[in-house]
């Protein structure tokens, strides 16, 4: 996988960066909207988005994919302003992916290379009520063909036994500098407590053997993956009810990424929270069959996470809840009362909905900020307010110019691995 928006490796003595959101504008299309595709001239339906990625040969930054949860891909043009304001966006074409044994539920996107012929979609387990099983996956699909080519990822067994049904691979991306593609389980699995998720990198750079691999079995060691499991963290999201959704690289570091959470309940309606993740200190719990808060039994410490007595947040804005977990820094929340920057408490009254898919554009502004677009799953409901497309523009802040290792009083838990877990390579 090429390297893609490189970043220097933000360790020892380069300054913590992180980012400030400003909205940049939004479009709106009512539910129910139809487009063409430009070359077959047959109209759809353009609902239920679950994730977005630009185009990477895409030189101008206006063409983006777009990937509904019904197995479609969508391409796009994107109108950006000079100034960074999205101005419109306009579906020109639409493939509907193919794969033996039916129907996909599809959810996170990312391209392999960057020519753009090749895309890979993340799967969740979610079983149709008149049957269709869609199996979790990360899969790899021809962009003009939209078939199904192989599973190039090495998703441990443990994992699909246990993951629960529409709570698998939701988010899917790489990491800047192209070492890494991060996934996660939406919900918790059905033998972990229920406030972890299991964060999954796979190693990016790894060469493909010639050939295409098998798809994936129940048993996966035999399999010749192209991407082996490099590590699996422990994830903790704002609360259980949170799901994590998306993943996309960091406007400004190679290694760290960025995540969407969301929660929904009738009486609050949706809360989505936009963070940035660093896991250079998280335990690595791929040898645990299950994740505990506390000691029992005869679980391994290495599989138990202590919860904290009080959240703990250092002067930079890093938090984690729990030893071993990922560090997060909150840059946005979005409920009914608007969306807010954390760094600066600036809001902003749109809408908040469904949002499931975010994608960073590859260009960077004149001023040194990143632009973010977010889309939402409308789920084909009209109580919803349509598909929404809301531009965000990251501009750097320097947190600190010391080391850029977030620090808390949990430790990192490496006095605790055991074989055959191991520490990740950063």
């Known amino acids: 996988m090429p390297q893609r928006g490189s970043q220097p490796n933000e360790r020892g003595a380069?300054?913590?960066?992180?980012?400030?959101?400003?909205?940049?504008?939004?479009?709106?299309?009512?539910?129910?909207?139809?487009?063409?595709?430009?070359?077959?001239?047959?109209?759809?339906?353009?609902?239920?988005?679950?994730?977005?990625?630009?185009?990477?040969?895409?030189?101008?930054?206006?063409?983006?994919?777009?990937?509904s949860d019904s197995g479609v891909l969508w391409h796009a043009d994107v109108e950006i302003s000079e100034q960074g304001e999205l101005k419109g966006v306009r579906p020109r074409r639409w493939r509907a992916l193919s794969r033996p044994g039916g129907w996909i539920d599809s959810e996170g996107l990312d391209y392999l290379d960057s020519d753009g012929s090749k895309v890979l979609v993340s799967s969740e387990l979610h079983a149709l009520p008149l049957g269709g099983l869609s199996k979790l996956d990360i899969a790899l699909y021809d962009v003009a063909s939209g078939l199904y080519e192989r599973s190039p990822f090495e998703v441990p067994a443990h994992l699909r036994a246990?993951?629960?049904?529409?709570?698998?691979f939701e988010g899917l991306a790489h990491?800047?500098?192209?070492?890494?593609?991060?996934?996660?389980?939406?919900?918790?699995l059905s033998v972990d407590a229920v406030v972890f998720r299991r964060l999954l990198l796979f190693n990016g750079s790894t060469p493909a053997p010639k050939g295409n691999s098998s798809a994936p079995s129940s048993t996966f060691s035999s399999a010749p993956y192209e991407h082996p499991l490099a590590a699996m963290l422990p994830y903790v999201p704002a609360s259980e009810a949170f799901g994590v959704v998306e993943f996309s690289e960091h406007p400004f570091s190679g290694t760290r990424v960025l995540s969407l959470e969301r929660a929904h309940s009738t009486q609050d309606g949706n809360d989505v929270r936009l963070f940035e993740i660093d896991f250079s200190q998280a335990r690595?719990?791929?040898?645990?069959?299950?994740?505990?808060?506390?000691?029992?039994?005869?679980?391994?410490?290495?599989?138990?996470?202590?919860?904290?007595?009080?959240?703990?947040?250092?002067e930079a804005g890093w938090t984690r809840t729990h030893e071993g977990a990922?560090?997060?820094?909150?840059?946005?929340?979005?409920?009914?009362?608007?969306?807010?920057?954390?760094?600066?408490?600036?809001r902003v009254m749109l809408p908040v909905d469904n949002y499931e898919g975010m994608c960073l554009r590859p260009q960077p502004q004149p001023d040194g900020s990143r632009l973010l677009l977010l889309v939402n799953d409308d789920n084909g409901n009209a109580r919803q307010i349509g598909t929404q497309f809301v531009l965000l523009a990251l501009l750097p802040t320097v947190e600190r110019s010391g080391p850029a290792e977030p620090t808390d009083s949990l430790g990192s838990g490496a006095e605790l691995l055991e074989a055959p877990c191991h520490n990740l390579p950063v």
């Open 284 to 314: 690595d719990v791929s040898c645990c069959p299950q994740l505990y808060e506390r000691s029992r039994g005869r679980a391994s410490p290495q599989c138990v996470l202590k919860r904290s007595a009080q959240p703990n947040t250092d």
């Open 175 to 188: 990491t800047a500098d192209g070492e890494k593609f991060v996934s996660a389980n939406e919900y918790a």
């Open 326 to 346: 990922v560090y997060k820094r909150l840059l946005a929340r979005w409920t009914r009362g608007g969306l807010v920057d954390a760094k600066t408490g600036t």
């Open 162 to 168: 246990t993951v629960v049904d529409n709570g698998g």
């Open 14 to 67: 380069q300054p913590d960066v992180g980012a400030q959101t400003i909205f940049r504008g939004s479009v709106l299309f009512s539910l129910g909207s139809r487009f063409a595709d430009e070359s077959s001239g047959k109209e759809l339906e353009l609902a239920e988005l679950s994730a977005c990625r630009w185009d990477p040969s895409d030189s101008t930054g206006t063409r983006v994919a777009f990937l």
